[in-house]
């Protein structure tokens, strides 16, 4: 009376989730997101073969062989027979996957935006450091003009007359000959 189930083919199949988030370097509420549908598809699955598996027709003539009262047996057997499958709307279990489907290409564009700036700041940052020169061969005037702050604290220690800068003495001693 049952169809035989049909297989169809499912992209989550297709998927290394081991090295999925790994390779996409995810982390945080994606990461645990896709972990979250990945545990909620293969429940879906595994109950989904289960019930697959289990026998679909009803022997009736057993039921009547062993149990007096026909009258139940025939009952039951009608409305099996008259059973009709009712459709179910989906439409909201799929516009709540749209939704997760949605909210996840965000954050992963999200992440990737963060990353690609990340990325140009370190590569900056790189470039930097290897066309930098020794601070010992920088001038007082290329420090002043790249730290402006420097400069505005020297002014401010000759203006009070202190020659030295704080904690100079206490590190390298007093080197006054008196």
């Known amino acids: ?69 026909t009258a139940v047996i025939d009952e039951v057997e009608r409305s099996m027979r008259d059973y009709k499958v009712k459709t179910v709307d989906v439409s909201r279990q799929l516009k709540s996957i749209e939704g997760f489907e949605a909210q996840a290409v965000a954050s992963a564009q999200e992440t990737a935006s963060l990353v690609s700036s990340e990325m140009k700041a370190l590569e900056q940052t790189m470039k ?30 000759v203006k009070n007359h202190r020659w030295m800068p704080p904690g100079y003495k206490e590190k390298f001693g007093d080197l006054s000959v008196m």
Not at 39 to 44: F, M, P, Q
Not at 135 to 151: D, G, L, Q, R, S
Request: proline residues 4%.
């Open 128 to 157: 930097n450091i290897e066309e930098a020169r020794p601070f010992e061969e920088c001038t007082t005037e290329e420090i002043f003009h790249a730290e402006p702050a420097v400069a505005e604290k020297t002014e401010h220690h």
């Open 1 to 69: 009376m049952a169809a035989a189930p049909q297989r169809t083919a499912s992209a989550s199949t297709k998927i290394d989730w081991t090295r999925l988030t790994s390779s996409l370097g995810l982390k945080g509420n994606t990461a645990t997101a896709l972990t979250a549908f990945k545990k909620r598809n293969d429940d879906a699955r595994r109950r989904l073969q289960t019930l697959q598996e289990r026998p679909t027709t009803v022997d009736f003539k057993s039921y009547r062989d062993v149990l007096k009262n």
